[in-house]
């Protein structure tokens, strides 16, 4: 079965330091993955993809995830934090019908 | 990427009442758009696969007959919640599926009240 497994409902950080949203995927083929940034009241921007070319995907607004199939794993960094990255994270696994699977998400709050 | 407009951005109605959402793709033909709903603090949720020309896809628990889906052309697709009740008060987004897969651009998202 697929399925995605956001490991972290809530990551506080202080501005200026390194931010960690982990995500964990199954899947029983190759994945297609990707990260989202939702805002209050607004949809989903997309902020990364993984389809299979390089591990190391860097997305908008600095932001990078790493694809690790041995950890199964999807983990999305961003080097320093800023004040406007506090939103909700959404990672999703891409299914085999062309829809997502999305995680519970992580809410990163950051700290001034 | 594709835009998405979603409208209205937030609608309030009465129990029992029906209420349509629009989904418009701006600057792309969507042949395939998707409708999600996320209750608060909750993840999204698909509802549906709206196909042009074609009858919409229901994920399972989805009652067809109370969100009716029409996917009438390649730019627009709309979500009627027939005799809404208090609880299918949410936030629905829809979103647009490229031609690569499972890439989707979503819209702003509807807030729906039911009171």
């Known amino acids: 079965a697929q399925s995605v497994t956001q490991l972290d409902s809530h990551v506080s950080v202080s501005e200026g330091t390194p931010v960690l949203l982990r995500c964990n995927y199954s899947s029983s083929y190759s994945p297609s993955l990707f990260w989202y940034v939702q805002h209050p009241n607004k949809g989903l921007q997309l902020l990364l993809k993984y389809t299979s070319a390089a591990t190391l995907v860097k997305g908008i607004n600095g932001f990078e995830a790493e694809f690790k199939k041995s950890e199964t794993s999807f983990h999305l960094t961003k080097p320093s934090a800023h004040m406007s990255d506090a939103a909700e994270y959404f990672c999703?696994?891409?299914?085999?019908?062309?829809?997502?699977?999305f995680g519970k998400g992580t809410k990163l709050s950051v700290k001034p | 990427g594709a835009v998405v407009s979603q409208h209205p951005s937030w609608v309030i109605c009465k129990s029992g009442t029906s209420v349509k959402i629009e989904c418009r793709s701006l600057?792309?033909?969507?042949?395939?758009m998707f409708w999600y709903r996320q209750f608060p603090k909750q993840s999204l949720m698909l509802m549906a696969t709206s196909n042009e020309g074609s009858k919409a896809t229901y994920e399972q628990g989805v009652e067809k007959d109370k969100f009716l889906i029409n996917h009438a052309s390649l730019t627009l697709s709309t979500l009627t919640v027939t005799s809404a009740h208090p609880e299918d008060s949410s936030f629905y987004i829809c979103?647009?599926?490229?031609?690569?897969?499972?890439?989707?651009?979503f819209g702003p998202g509807t807030r729906l009240t039911v009171l």
């Open positions: 999703a696994l891409g299914g085999s019908q062309g829809n997502l699977i």
């Open positions: 979103a647009v599926g490229l031609a690569r897969p499972n890439e989707q651009f």
């Open positions: 600057d792309f033909q969507a042949t395939t």
